[in-house]
């Protein structure tokens, strides 16, 4: 039961962390060390264009 809380906690602070900015996750860097290597790691995550894709331009 102890575990529980003690993770619980975790995930709360480390929630509050990313709300208040005391922690900042370089999404873009994150994924392309990860191996998405169409993501460019220098530039901020444009989070729709990864998730729908870029458009077709004709």
Same mark, same amino acid.
């Given at each position: 039961?102890?575990?529980?809380?003690?993770?619980?906690?975790?995930?709360?602070?480390? @929630?509050?962390?990313?709300?208040?900015?005391?922690?900042?996750?370089? !999404? $873009?860097? /994150?994924?392309?060390?990860? @191996?998405?290597?169409?993501?460019?790691?220098?530039?901020?995550?444009? !989070? $729709?264009? /990864?998730?729908?894709?870029?458009?077709?331009?004709?």
């Amino acid at each position: 039961m102890l575990r529980w809380l003690f993770i619980g906690l975790l995930l709360f602070g480390f @929630g509050r962390g990313l709300q208040n900015g005391w922690i900042v996750v370089k !999404w $873009s860097q /994150f994924f392309h060390e990860v @191996g998405f290597t169409d993501v460019d790691p220098n530039k901020p995550m444009n !989070w $729709s264009e /990864f998730i729908l894709g870029e458009p077709n331009q004709e």
